[in-house]
């Protein structure tokens, strides 16, 4: 369906289906936010959106208490959502927790636009839906940060192409 409705919270406006409904703000268990937005897609509110911002130093990372409950291995995506690229944690379930989410984050000069998807079971046509709804965020209040090469990755790639480097060098 159009995405024929539109919602706004401090920072941000975003545009969704009339099938979809705006529904009282609830916290996210291990993830702070201000300034909370959410979206019901089923009349059950079990599958919702929820949007808000944070403060964080490292756009990419999550609150502590959240990764302290993923795995270690738990790394993001870089997705592109209209015309932001989204830190995306697809189809997470922290200890804890039974219900999967899908976390994105969008650095901003006025902080870190989180956005999590949260539903039952996880499936590809809601986190589709999500999606599409968050492809249409706009700021109100700030510039979208680009998202650059992650520090750690880099250095990883640096070790890994010395070991290799190393080996070829000593096969002549």
């Not at 609830?26 to 808000?52: C, E, H, K």
């Not at 650095?107 to 839906?129: D, H, M, N, R």
């Not at 599409?132 to 250095?155: M, N, Q």
């Amino acid at each position: 369906p159009p995405l024929d409705r539109q919602a706004s919270v401090a920072d941000l406006r975003i545009n969704y289906s009339s099938t979809w409904r705006v529904v009282p703000a609830t916290s996210v268990p291990l993830l702070p936010m201000g300034d909370v937005l959410r979206l019901a897609a089923d009349a059950s509110r079990r599958s919702t959106l929820t949007i808000g911002t944070q403060q964080t130093t490292t756009p990419a990372a999550l609150p502590s208490q959240l990764a302290a409950a993923l795995p270690p291995t738990t790394k993001p995506q870089v997705v592109t959502l209209g015309t932001s690229s989204f830190y995306r944690y697809l189809n997470l379930t922290p200890r804890g927790q039974t219900t999967p989410e899908s976390i994105y984050l969008l650095p901003t000069s006025a902080g870190t636009v989180t956005a999590v998807c949260t539903a039952p079971t996880f499936t590809i046509s809601f986190t589709s839906a999500c999606e599409r709804v968050l492809s249409t965020l706009e700021l109100t209040t700030g510039t979208v940060r680009s998202i650059g090469v992650d520090p750690g990755y880099a250095l990883e790639l640096n070790r890994i192409l010395a070991q290799l480097n190393a080996v070829r060098r000593s096969a002549g």
